[in-house]
């Protein structure tokens, strides 16, 4: 599996540095609003990423945190006159929602920014006592930039050119350098109820901090990989490395990468622009979250992505057509020609993950499988559907159980229907036993292979 690195600016193999096991941490949302689908942009690239992953047979830890505590948030909650944990329950409890609805697994781990102020204190403390962090006048303590030789290498700035060292402009008056950033902000009278006591007096954490202590305690000092949106890149990650390395003086992750925007008209999709839709938007307008899923993952990663409704017209249309196949697909023997397809897509999702390269393998299957017989495809695309998250194989599952087992559901309705239970229960064994598991519910039973 080859992807990208934005730090190295080329594209390398993605090897665990330990444990078969990908070390991954994600930035999360902004709890402060319902997000939008720019940002399930950034959430599906990564999806699709840990999915890739796990293809190709290795093990995925991925940390996402939730911003809970920002500028924004405290803003929304003083505004709304109540608790900031009771207005960001709101958007936490949301954004779960819309994971859900657009598949994208879980990540191992969804830490909260309010939960790990011991944490980010102490990382800060370690740099103050490095002097790399100083307390200015006005009671925020800042990263100086200028005591971490690496700063600029994620971004490709060098910053010993650029920066003049002079104190500029009138709201960075209280910084040595223009670059430096805040890593503990003084408490100020528009926070409110919001502060937490440190060593430099009531505050809150920046933002960047945040990512630097809660990835480091659950990854480790050093790990695999690290994601976000293009925006992201610089400065939070640039100083997210640099409150990490400085601290530590080891690396702090291996691999980069970053996915282009998704954009309206030119334009990227965000809150402040007022072009976006949330995920609620488009469901409301009666699309699904698998053709929304379809969108947002049939572009290269790396590459613009225009929004427009004619694209959900079109995946309507796709899924329609892959639907129809699977249904006709049976498990069995793979055919060769099947079998090829799979070697493409495979291919295609570990050449930095060429999304829109595995759709044209899946396309191919399709038209072949239309053409020759879908007979032993259906384990392929299952297979293809371990990275897309897309198929529907509800019709096709009921398609596929064989006649015995179907003999035996059959027995087992009649005995439910006389209430006989013992002999319910003991057909229920012997399908478990054949290799399937039986449900029950109101519509009757159902059955799904082990
Ligand atoms: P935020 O809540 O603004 O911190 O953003 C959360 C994630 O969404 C970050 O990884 C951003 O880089 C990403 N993001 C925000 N807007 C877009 C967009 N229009 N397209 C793709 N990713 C985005
Ligand atoms: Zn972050």
């Known amino acids: 599996m080859k992807v990208y690195n934005s730090l190295t600016r080329g594209v390398e193999t993605l090897a665990p540095i330990a444990d078969n096991t990908i070390r991954l941490y994600t930035c999360g949302p902004t709890v402060y609003n319902f997000a939008h689908i720019g940002n399930f942009r950034a959430y599906t690239f990564e999806d699709i990423l840990r999915r890739v992953v796990q293809f190709n047979g290795m093990k995925i830890k991925q940390v996402m945190n939730l911003t809970d505590v920002d500028d924004k948030t405290i803003r929304g909650a003083n505004a709304a006159a109540v608790p900031l944990t009771t207005y960001t329950k709101t958007y936490k409890d949301a954004f779960f929602a819309d994971l859900k609805m657009l598949n994208i697994q879980p990540a191992e781990i969804y830490p909260a920014a309010t939960d790990h102020i011991p944490e980010m204190i102490a990382l800060v403390q370690s740099l103050v006592d490095k002097g790399i962090a100083y307390q200015s006048d006005d009671k925020s303590v800042y990263f100086n930039v200028r005591k971490f030789?690496?700063?600029?290498?994620?971004?490709?700035?060098?910053?010993?050119?650029?920066?003049?060292?002079?104190?500029?402009?009138?709201?960075?008056?209280?910084?040595?350098?223009?670059?430096?950033?805040?890593?503990?902000?003084?408490?100020?009278?528009?926070?409110?109820?919001?502060?937490?006591?440190?060593?430099?007096?009531?505050?809150?954490?920046?933002?960047?901090?945040?990512?630097?202590?809660?990835?480091?305690?659950?990854?480790?000092?050093?790990?695999?990989?690290?994601?976000?949106?293009?925006?992201?890149?610089?400065?939070?990650?640039?100083?997210?490395?640099a409150q990490a390395e400085a601290s530590t003086g080891k690396e702090f992750v291996k691999t980069w990468m970053h996915c282009a925007h998704l954009k309206v008209n030119g334009e990227k999709m965000s809150k402040s622009l007022g072009n976006f839709f949330t995920l609620r938007d488009l469901l409301e307008k009666g699309w699904t979250g698998r053709e929304i899923r379809y969108v947002l993952i049939n572009a290269h990663y790396r590459s613009g992505l225009n929004f427009a409704f004619t694209a959900l017209e079109d995946a309507r249309k796709s899924l329609a057509r892959i639907d129809a196949c699977v249904e006709k697909a049976t498990e069995g023997a793979v055919p060769e020609w099947a079998q090829r397809h799979l070697d493409d897509f495979t291919a295609a999702v570990n050449d930095d993950l060429n999304i829109p390269k595995a759709f044209a393998a899946l396309f191919e299957l399709v038209r072949d499988a239309n053409g020759k017989g879908a007979e032993g495809t259906l384990g392929v695309f299952r297979r293809m559907d371990e990275v897309l998250g897309v198929i529907f194989f509800g019709k096709a599952e009921k398609a596929a159980v064989p006649a015995e087992i179907q003999a035996m559901l059959d027995e087992r309705a009649a005995a439910r229907a006389a209430k006989n239970w013992a002999e319910s229960d003991r057909l229920r064994d012997a399908i478990a036993a054949a290799g399937w598991l039986v449900k029950d519910s109101r519509e009757g039973q159902s059955v799904t292979k082990k």
């Open 149 to 241: 030789p690496g700063y600029g290498k994620l971004a490709h700035i060098d910053f010993d050119h650029q920066q003049t060292g002079a104190r500029c402009a009138a709201d960075e008056y209280d910084k040595e350098n223009v670059g430096d950033f805040a890593l503990w902000k003084a408490w100020e009278e528009s926070d409110g109820p919001v502060g937490w006591d440190s060593p430099w007096g009531r505050g809150r954490p920046g933002w960047h901090i945040e990512c630097s202590a809660m990835s480091m305690k659950y990854l480790g000092e050093t790990f695999d990989l690290h994601t976000g949106g293009i925006d992201n890149l610089f400065p939070h990650h640039e100083n997210e490395i």
